[in-house]
């Protein structure tokens, strides 16, 4: 692989259900995030990490939680799903520290409905 | 806290024309990182641009260019002869270089939604 992979594409989910959002990169990006993509309102972060081992909460991150063992893997999980989490949901990483920022690499996103 | 506003949720353009999308962002910061992605219908989150705010010149790549006003905090995209491939779903983001914890993401505006005529 080269880049960013999420898995799975799509799902439809049964509310309630547990439900994990895989995302694995090979770019040694120190910086991982998630984001929902919902018509109208553009993307907002969920969770963070800035650095394996170490996690933050984005600005919608009730109902959602992450983990960060590694660099490579960073995934996303709904404990109990609702049917307001129906959303396109985007990994991305970064190369954050000295020498200028350029922006995130993304992957290719998972529609999930949950019904 | 950092906010990215795209006034306009849809933009429409003639083929071979130009188009200027506008963005603006609200940011006690003053060196920042800003950016537009696009997104075509297959989904994918595509780099189009960044400008780095600390430096006067106007990013350019090919038929994309910015206009950025820092006193105005406006990063305005300008698409040159349209093609019916930059139909897409355009947003602006922001990121300061200034960062700690969670002011290490970006912010996202809205998006705008552009459509091309042939």
């Known amino acids: 692989i080269a880049g960013i992979t999420q898995a799975p594409t799509s799902q439809i989910l049964a509310a309630g259900r547990r439900m994990t959002l895989r995302c694995t990169q090979d770019?040694?990006?120190?910086?991982m995030y998630w984001y929902r993509q919902d018509l109208g309102l553009g993307l907002r972060l969920i969770h963070y990490s800035n650095t394996a081992g170490t996690t933050g909460k984005g600005e919608v991150p009730d109902g959602y939680s992450v983990s960060r063992a590694n660099t490579d893997d960073f995934p996303l999980t709904l404990a109990s799903a609702v049917p307001s989490q129906t959303s396109v949901y985007f990994c991305?990483?970064?190369?954050?520290?000295?020498?200028?920022?350029?922006?995130?690499?993304f992957g290719s996103g998972t529609r999930l409905t949950v019904v | 806290a950092q906010t990215v506003t795209q006034s306009q949720p849809e933009m429409s353009v003639q083929e071979a024309e130009t188009v200027t999308l506008s963005c603006t962002y609200d940011?006690?910061?003053?060196?920042?990182?800003l950016f537009w992605y696009k997104q075509p219908p297959s989904r994918q989150m595509i780099l189009v641009i960044r400008q780095e705010a600390y430096k006067q010149q106007n990013a350019t790549e090919n038929r994309f260019s910015v206009n950025f006003q820092k006193a105005a905090k406006s990063f305005s995209l300008k698409i040159s002869d349209s093609q019916l491939g930059d139909a897409a779903m355009y947003f602006c983001a922001y990121r300061s270089a200034f960062v700690s914890g969670a002011n290490s993401k970006l912010t996202f505006g809205k998006g705008i939604t552009l459509s091309v005529r042939p």
């Open positions: 940011t006690s910061e003053s060196d920042d990182y």
């Open positions: 770019m040694r990006h120190n910086a």
């Open positions: 991305a990483s970064s190369l954050n520290g000295q020498g200028g920022w350029y922006g995130y690499t």
